[in-house]
T-cell receptor, first 111, second 116 residues
Framework: ELKVEQNPLFLSMQEGKNYTIYCNYSTTSDRLYWYRQDPGKSLESLFVLLSNGAVKQEGRLMASLDTKARLSTLHITAAVHDLSATYFCAVDASGTYKYIFGTGTRLKVLA | DAGVTQSPTHLIKTRGQQVTLRCSPKSGHDTVSWYQQALGQGPQFIFQYYEEEERQRGNFPDRFSGHQFPNYSSELNVNALLLGDSALYLC???????????????FGPGTRLTVL
């Protein structure tokens, strides 16, 4: 059964600092998605990664995918308070039509 | 262009009751997936509907059932509610007609179900 693990689960960081969130998954997949969720809200799509070596950037966030290592990273550059949220990765296991979500990383950026 | 919509926003039920949640997919999408998100956890896949049939199902009991209508909207039904069914129920839509390479899912605002 496909498992998706994220670390860290909680992350408290100062504004202006850099950090990386890791997403490991247990079976073959070439589709990985990153979502942001604010408290009490739904999921907002951040990145869609569809192939090995894919890298996408939007503002202070950059996501990458290594399908051989079964690893995706979400890198935060010069964090700002507005980035405070919970971040989820989700894997679409090949041929199953369903997303398996990671445990989530709760990010708090301190001013 | 309307995104994914869900109703109701909030719902309070008591144990043993039945509930129906509704979802309208994003324009142009024909596939609807349902997820349950308990407080502090990631969403858990319940099932997916495509062409009015259940195409895939997660590890949820038969108390959870669904339906998809010809206009692609969908309902999630939960019978014999338990306290543990309290959660945010999310609907996501996608397109099943593409080659499937993208398969990006867009999420609705969710229905917050509280079971007392």
């Amino acid at each position: 059964e496909l498992k998706v693990e994220q670390n860290p689960l909680f992350l408290s960081m100062q504004e202006g600092k850099n950090y990386t969130i890791y997403c490991n998954y247990s079976t073959t997949s070439d589709r990985l998605y990153w979502y942001r969720q604010d408290p009490g809200k739904s999921l907002e799509s951040l990145f869609v990664l569809l192939s090995n070596g894919a890298v996408k950037q939007e503002g202070r966030l950059m996501a990458s995918l290594d399908t051989k290592a079964r690893l995706s990273t979400l890198h935060i550059t010069a964090a700002v308070h507005d980035l405070s949220a919970t971040y989820f990765c989700a894997v679409d296991a090949s041929g199953t039509y369903k997303y398996i979500f990671g445990t989530g990383t709760r990010l708090k950026v301190l001013a | 262009d309307a995104g994914v919509t869900q109703s109701p926003t909030h719902l309070i039920k008591t144990r043993g009751q039945q509930v129906t949640l509704r979802c309208s997919p994003k324009s142009g999408h024909d596939t609807v997936s349902w997820y349950q998100q308990a407080l502090g956890q990631g969403p858990q896949f319940i099932f997916q509907y495509y062409e009015e049939e259940e195409r895939q199902r997660g590890n949820f009991p038969d108390r959870f059932s669904g339906h998809q209508f010809p206009n692609y909207s969908s309902e999630l039904n939960v019978n014999a509610l338990l306290l543990g069914d309290s959660a945010l129920y999310l609907c996501a839509s996608s397109s099943g007609r593409t080659s499937g390479r993208d398969n990006e899912q867009f999420f609705g605002p969710g229905t917050r179900l509280t079971v007392l």
